[in-house]
């Protein structure tokens, strides 16, 4: 059974920095892709960073050049590091993993901007 777990979230004021974390009860290594999305207050949960096993991450435009997505497999952890915060960043953000056949999720971690 794949778990993930995020920490990280918090509090913090607009232009600050936070570093998220999803730790995998799996080896992360083969795993086909790994992300992590965001869901606002009221709004759907979309899509922000990907990390897939080979090739480059992609972003979505909205974090583009704020946040980075990386990934230590000897922890078998997934990271974003988010600069520059705006009070539009809040949101509970998931983590995923994607083995090649389902996706799994993580429980969310709370990320509050204030302005």
């Known amino acids: 059974q794949v778990q993930l777990v995020e920490s990280g979230g918090g509090l913090v004021q607009a232009g600050g920095s936070l570093r998220l974390s999803c730790a995998a009860s799996?080896?992360?290594?083969?795993?086909?892709?790994l992300s992590w999305h965001r869901q606002p207050p009221g709004k759907q949960r979309d899509w922000v960073a990907s990390f897939p096993k080979s090739g480059a991450a992609n972003y979505a435009d909205s974090v583009k050049g704020r946040f980075t997505i990386s990934r230590d497999n000897a922890k078998n952890t997934l990271y974003l590091q988010m600069n520059s915060l705006k009070p539009e960043d809040t949101a509970v953000y998931y983590c995923?993993?994607?083995?090649?056949?389902?996706?799994?999720w993580g429980q969310g971690t709370q990320v509050t901007v204030s302005s």
């Open positions: 799996v080896n992360i290594f083969n795993i086909q892709t």
């Open positions: 995923r993993l994607w083995d090649g056949d389902r996706g799994y």
